[in-house]
C-alpha cells in the first residue's frame, strides 16, 4: 500500500530517526481543539477584514470625490485610516474573545470552590457544634461566635483554595500546553 498520507512528519535526531503516523481521527480532534488564542486570533481576524473593507470603500470613494479630501489625503493617509480601523478592531475582537473565556475559566473556579465549601463547611459544623455540647472544655470556653468563626474559616479557606486551584489549572492548561504542542511536544524551556 505504500505509506500513508496521513504521516504527520519524520523526526530525525544524531541517534535515529522515526516515523509517527497519525491515527485516521486525529485530524478531527485537533481540529475541534483549537486553542482560546487561536480563536481570539481568527475571530480578530474575520472581523478585521470585515470592517477593512467597510472602511475602505468610502474612504477611497472621499478621496475621489470630495474636493478636500482629494487636496489633502494622499495614498498613506488613506491607508492609514483603513488600516487603523482593521487593526484596532483586531485588537478589541481579540481582546474580547480572550476575555470571554477568561471571565468562563473563572466561573467554572467560583463554582468548584462554592461546591468544596459547602462539602468543607458541613464536615466541620458537625464535630464543632458537637463538641461543644458534649466536650466541656469547649463547652466552657467557645461561645457561638468562636463556633461560627471556625466554621467559616474552613469554608472560606476550602473556597479559596479550591477556586484558586481550578484558576490555576486553566491557566496552566492554557498558557504551557499550548507552547507544547506548537513545537512538537517538546518540554517548556526552563528558566535559568
Known amino acids: 500500500m505504500g505509506i500513508p498520507s496521513d504521516v504527520v512528519g519524520v523526526r530525525g535526531s544524531k541517534r535515529s530517526s522515526f516515523v509517527v503516523a497519525a491515527s485516521p481521527n486525529e485530524p478531527r480532534v485537533i481540529d475541534n ?6 480563536d481570539a486570533v481568527q475571530r480578530g481576524l474575520k472581523m478585521a477584514i470585515i470592517v477593512g473593507s ?10 475621489r470625490v470630495i474636493p478636500w479630501a482629494k487636496a489633502n489625503l494622499n495614498h498613506t493617509a488613506q491607508a492609514l485610516s483603513i488600516s487603523a480601523a482593521a487593526i484596532s478592531t483586531f485588537f478589541i475582537t481579540a481582546d474580547k474573545a480572550i476575555l470571554k473565556n477568561a471571565r468562563r475559566n473563572t466561573i467554572d473556579a467560583v463554582w468548584r470552590g462554592l461546591k468544596m465549601a459547602i462539602i468543607a463547611g458541613s464536615v466541620v459544623a458537625v464535630p464543632t457544634l458537637v463538641g461543644c455540647r458534649v466536650i466541656p472544655w469547649a463547652k466552657a470556653n467557645l ?4 463556633q461560627a468563626l471556625s466554621i467559616s474559616a474552613a469554608t472560606i479557606s476550602a473556597f479559596f483554595i479550591t477556586a484558586d486551584k481550578a484558576i490555576l489549572k486553566n491557566a496552566r492548561e492554557n498558557a504551557i500546553g499550548k507552547y507544547d504542542k506548537s ?3 517538546e518540554a517548556a524551556p526552563t528558566q535559568r
Open 54 to 63: 467597510v472602511v475602505a470603500v468610502p474612504t477611497l470613494v472621499g478621496c
Open 33 to 38: 481543539k483549537t486553542s482560546p488564542t487561536q
Open 143 to 146: 461561645n457561638h461566635t468562636a
Open 183 to 185: 513545537f512538537g511536544h
